[in-house]
């Protein structure tokens, strides 16, 4: 480092006037113009805010964009306030940084700001697909763009587009369900995210993902291969980007997995031919985590090869100097061109600038009381009321509010973070009250008249003396890969309780899962049966429905298999013979025997 009077060079950058703070180009052209090839570099360099290694190198490298991964969390804590503070602090250092520029800070808000503690947390998209239901889903887009935006963050990884074709998949959940003409019309949630213009207030910048073909892996490998024609690639998996694209999503995301055995990040065809010349993408893309360092051959070749391919900004995360060092000698090197690098820095800035972020690129923090509101609670919990799918009833539902005595059983029923799932505070979810949010135990108690005895038996091994029993089983949380299965059957412990509760009174089962498991063995044992997904922090969605203060109105988004030997299964298959059809959902008021 060398400094003169009033201005410094770090890391191979001159810093200009320290202190500025203010953008020192006022256009994409005129940035363009005046940057060297390592802060075009550096535009073009996600770097996880916690792998930083000062917070200055934000401004040494003039650094494009941070994110926070899964469960990335301030090291301050993880309040609303902790966010909006972190990201004006590395605002702050963009700011300082030669020309200025502003940083884009990235986030998971999959289902609502769900790494951030208290904030709404929605059900997770297999249960939106449920709804069928693009005005509420748009609706949530809106709501979670208002606390996103409120912690100071402009974009968001999401909307998943990804087509799940197999339950084993254990990225199913983020999937809107099997077809894409589901997933095409929940793009909706573009438009609520994105609003009708990025430079407004609450408009956060949205991510199609994962680029292409991610559902559809042999045996819903996660990160496999897609082996399919590319007639069905385009009809199944393409198919809800065009609308996207044509919704003007701001990024897209290409995905780990592969396309008959080439990567979708090394894939030139893909990334640049089908998804711009064809489709007609004008935004950015961002790789997948690491996601570059997968591709055949040295890291050389993963730089070389992934942003000739098409990909505009990478997300490191990790080893950013190492990515600056690198792409800088393959450009010099020939390898890559001046004009590759200035398209995507393009790209990159006219986001930017169409988000406002170089008139305003400190956080709008005015709607942070709003974050965890009852009106936001309150759209979450009618997604619930809308995602829940009947698919058994003899009789049983509604539960009437008056009776003497309720049993409440299984391991999900007082778990708000069983409920929500993946990618909620962690990555990986976890169980307990990890946020804010009623359990469906508590959603139960408050539903019912006084007087009645609501007694919960979380293993269903107690007395046994109610008029009802209610049965919360299912998955525990998990995320990507990790939720892979061959096996998505309920553990004996929970198939015991379903047993020792329905053997002693009429009774429901309420599954909260990711997906469709297998529970042909025991459906018959059971009075009713609802899937509940992932209902997220508003638990009391389901009281609502099985006290019947609203009918089930949820379809299933997935087939139902009988066996895991029928997978992969789908509606339009030949032989289709499943246990409940694509599109199945009983009213409380048709009978299941009919
Ligand atoms: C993950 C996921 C992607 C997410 C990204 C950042 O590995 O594949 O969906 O947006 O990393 O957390």
Same mark, same amino acid.
């Given at each position: 480092m060398s400094s003169e009077a009033g201005s410094t060079t770090i890391g191979g950058i001159d810093q200009g006037q320290q202190g500025s703070l203010v953008p020192q180009c006022n256009s994409v052209e005129d940035c363009l113009s005046q940057m060297t090839l390592d802060e075009k570099i550096g535009q073009?360099?996600?770097?996880?805010?916690?792998?930083?290694?000062?917070?200055?190198?934000?401004?040494?490298?003039?650094?494009?964009?941070?994110?926070?991964? *899964?469960?990335?969390?301030? +090291? +301050?804590?993880?309040?609303? +306030?902790?966010?909006?503070?972190?990201?004006?602090?590395?605002?702050?250092?963009?700011?300082r940084s030669r020309l200025g520029i502003p940083i884009l800070f990235g986030v998971?808000?999959?289902?609502g700001h769900s790494n951030v503690f208290g904030t709404t947390i929605f059900p997770h998209n297999i249960g939106l697909g449920a709804t069928r239901d693009p005005e509420l889903v748009e609706r949530i887009g809106e709501v979670t763009a208002a606390e996103v935006y409120a912690t100071g963050i402009r974009w968001n990884f999401a909307p998943c587009l990804c087509v799940a074709r197999d339950e084993r998949w254990g990225r199913t959940y983020e999937s809107f369900g099997e077809t894409p003409e589901l997933a095409s019309m929940m793009t909706a949630y573009i438009d609520g995210m994105q609003g009708d213009s990025l430079s407004a207030r609450n408009s956060v910048l949205a991510t199609a993902k994962h680029w292409v073909g991610d559902g559809g892996t042999t045996r819903g490998v996660d990160q496999g291969d897609t082996e399919v024609t590319e007639a069905e690639l385009s009809e199944v998996h393409i198919a809800p980007f065009t609308e996207a694209i044509r919704r003007n999503v701001g990024s897209v995301m290409p995905s780990y997995s592969s396309w008959n055995g080439q990567k979708l990040h090394g894939d030139e065809y893909l990334l640049t031919e089908v998804l711009r010349d064809d489709l007609g993408f004008a935004?950015?893309?961002?790789?997948?985590?690491?996601?570059?360092?997968?591709? @055949?051959g040295d890291y050389a070749s993963d730089v070389r090869t992934s942003i000739n391919a098409g990909i505009d900004m990478v997300m490191v995360p990790d080893e950013y100097e190492l990515f600056i060092e690198t792409l800088r000698a393959e450009v010099n090197a020939g390898n890559v061109s001046v004009e590759r690098i200035d398209e995507a820095v393009t790209r990159i800035l006219q986001a930017k600038f169409d988000l406002g972020l170089f008139d305003q690129?400190?956080?709008?923090?005015?709607?942070?009381?709003d974050i965890g509101s009852a009106s936001h609670r309150e759209v979450a919990r009618q997604a619930v009321q809308q995602s829940l799918v009947l698919l058994k009833n003899d009789d049983v539902l509604p539960i009437s509010p008056?009776?003497?005595?309720?049993?409440?059983?299984?391991?999900?029923?007082?778990?708000?973070?069983?409920?929500?799932?993946?990618?909620?505070?962690?990555?990986? $979810?976890?169980? $307990?009250?990890?946020?804010?949010?009623?359990?469906?135990?508590?959603?139960?108690?408050?539903?019912?008249?006084?007087?009645?005895?609501?007694?919960?038996?979380?293993?269903?091994?107690?007395?046994?003396?109610?008029?009802?029993?209610?049965?919360?089983?299912? !998955?525990?949380?998990?995320?990507?890969?990790?939720?892979?299965?061959?096996?998505?059957?309920?553990r004996a412990s929970e198939l015991s309780t379903i047993e020792r509760v329905c053997s002693a009174m009429p009774c429901v089962v309420v599954l909260v899962s990711g997906r469709p498991m297998i529970v042909s063995d025991i459906i018959e044992n059971v009075d009713a049966f609802v899937a509940?997904?992932? @209902?997220?922090? !508003?638990?009391?969605?389901?009281?609502?429905v099985l006290f019947g203060e609203v009918d089930f109105t949820g379809t299933l988004p997935m087939t139902w298999?009988?066996?895991?030997?029928?997978?992969?299964?789908?509606? *339009?298959?030949?032989?289709?013979?499943?246990?409940?059809?694509?599109?199945?959902?009983?009213?409380?008021?048709d009978d299941s025997n009919d």
């Amino acid at each position: 480092m060398s400094s003169e009077a009033g201005s410094t060079t770090i890391g191979g950058i001159d810093q200009g006037q320290q202190g500025s703070l203010v953008p020192q180009c006022n256009s994409v052209e005129d940035c363009l113009s005046q940057m060297t090839l390592d802060e075009k570099i550096g535009q073009m360099t996600q770097a996880s805010h916690l792998a930083l290694e000062t917070e200055s190198d934000v401004t040494a490298f003039a650094l494009g964009s941070l994110l926070a991964g *899964g469960g990335g969390a301030p +090291t +301050t804590g993880n309040t609303p +306030t902790d966010w909006a503070d972190m990201v004006d602090g590395y605002q702050e250092a963009a700011l300082r940084s030669r020309l200025g520029i502003p940083i884009l800070f990235g986030v998971d808000a999959v289902h609502g700001h769900s790494n951030v503690f208290g904030t709404t947390i929605f059900p997770h998209n297999i249960g939106l697909g449920a709804t069928r239901d693009p005005e509420l889903v748009e609706r949530i887009g809106e709501v979670t763009a208002a606390e996103v935006y409120a912690t100071g963050i402009r974009w968001n990884f999401a909307p998943c587009l990804c087509v799940a074709r197999d339950e084993r998949w254990g990225r199913t959940y983020e999937s809107f369900g099997e077809t894409p003409e589901l997933a095409s019309m929940m793009t909706a949630y573009i438009d609520g995210m994105q609003g009708d213009s990025l430079s407004a207030r609450n408009s956060v910048l949205a991510t199609a993902k994962h680029w292409v073909g991610d559902g559809g892996t042999t045996r819903g490998v996660d990160q496999g291969d897609t082996e399919v024609t590319e007639a069905e690639l385009s009809e199944v998996h393409i198919a809800p980007f065009t609308e996207a694209i044509r919704r003007n999503v701001g990024s897209v995301m290409p995905s780990y997995s592969s396309w008959n055995g080439q990567k979708l990040h090394g894939d030139e065809y893909l990334l640049t031919e089908v998804l711009r010349d064809d489709l007609g993408f004008a935004g950015f893309v961002i790789s997948d985590w690491a996601a570059i360092d997968q591709l @055949p051959g040295d890291y050389a070749s993963d730089v070389r090869t992934s942003i000739n391919a098409g990909i505009d900004m990478v997300m490191v995360p990790d080893e950013y100097e190492l990515f600056i060092e690198t792409l800088r000698a393959e450009v010099n090197a020939g390898n890559v061109s001046v004009e590759r690098i200035d398209e995507a820095v393009t790209r990159i800035l006219q986001a930017k600038f169409d988000l406002g972020l170089f008139d305003q690129p400190f956080s709008d923090r005015s709607g942070l009381d709003d974050i965890g509101s009852a009106s936001h609670r309150e759209v979450a919990r009618q997604a619930v009321q809308q995602s829940l799918v009947l698919l058994k009833n003899d009789d049983v539902l509604p539960i009437s509010p008056d009776l003497n005595e309720i049993v409440v059983a299984g391991l999900s029923a007082d778990n708000i973070g069983v409920q929500s799932g993946g990618w909620t505070i962690s990555w990986q $979810g976890g169980s $307990g009250a990890t946020t804010v949010g009623t359990s469906i135990l508590e959603g139960i108690q408050k539903a019912v008249d006084d007087g009645v005895t609501v007694t919960y038996d979380r293993r269903g091994n107690g007395a046994l003396t109610g008029d009802v029993g209610i049965v919360v089983v299912g !998955e525990q949380p998990y995320a990507e890969g990790r939720g892979d299965s061959l096996d998505i059957s309920l553990r004996a412990s929970e198939l015991s309780t379903i047993e020792r509760v329905c053997s002693a009174m009429p009774c429901v089962v309420v599954l909260v899962s990711g997906r469709p498991m297998i529970v042909s063995d025991i459906i018959e044992n059971v009075d009713a049966f609802v899937a509940a997904w992932l @209902p997220g922090s !508003e638990g009391a969605g389901i009281a609502d429905v099985l006290f019947g203060e609203v009918d089930f109105t949820g379809t299933l988004p997935m087939t139902w298999p009988r066996s895991v030997e029928q997978l992969p299964i789908n509606v *339009g298959d030949r032989d289709y013979d499943p246990l409940y059809p694509y599109g199945f959902g009983l009213t409380m008021f048709d009978d299941s025997n009919d």
